[in-house]
Nanobody, 132 residues
Framework: QVQLVESGGGLVQAGGSLRLSCTAS????????MGWFRQRPGREREFVAS????????NIADSVKGRFSTSRDNAKNTVYLHMNSLLPEDTAVYYC?????????????????????????WGQGTQVTVSS
């Protein structure tokens, strides 16, 4: 049974930082790209960041570029979302997700998808609230 468990959310003042963690079990972690999505109040779930299984491929949403980054530690089956210069509009439930590169993908080690439909497994989410 695959489980993705996020942690590290909470309440922070604008301009502050948080680091979210997502620990996976039940899958071969170093063969999955990992992504972060968020769902802000009244909005659809949106892409935030992703990293390939090798760590060599990345994608970051324009809305968080320069403030957020993601990294992974395959030895710990954990992916991180580093969030700096937080804004009130970053308030959301943050989800991690796992995606396995499709067989036809030529360079699986760089596969870092941005679409929700490309992800197979999802965590339950962690709340991040940024106060102004």
């Amino acid at each position: 049974q695959v489980q993705l468990v996020e942690s590290g959310g909470g309440l922070v003042q604008a301009g502050g930082s948080l680091r979210l963690s997502c620990t996976a079990s039940g899958l071969t972690f170093n063969r999955y790209a990992m992504g972060w999505f968020r769902q802000r109040p009244g909005r659809e779930r949106e892409f935030v960041a992703s990293v390939s299984w090798s760590g060599g491929g990345f994608n970051i949403a324009d809305s968080v570029k320069g403030r957020f980054s993601t990294s992974r530690d395959n030895a710990k089956n954990t992916v991180y979302l580093h969030m700096n210069s937080l804004l009130p509009e970053d308030t959301a439930v943050y989800y991690c997700a796992a995606a396995q590169p499709p067989p036809e993908y030529s360079v699986g080690s760089l596969y870092s998808p941005t679409g929700r439909g490309e992800y197979h497994y999802w965590g339950q989410g962690t709340q991040v609230t940024v106060s102004s």
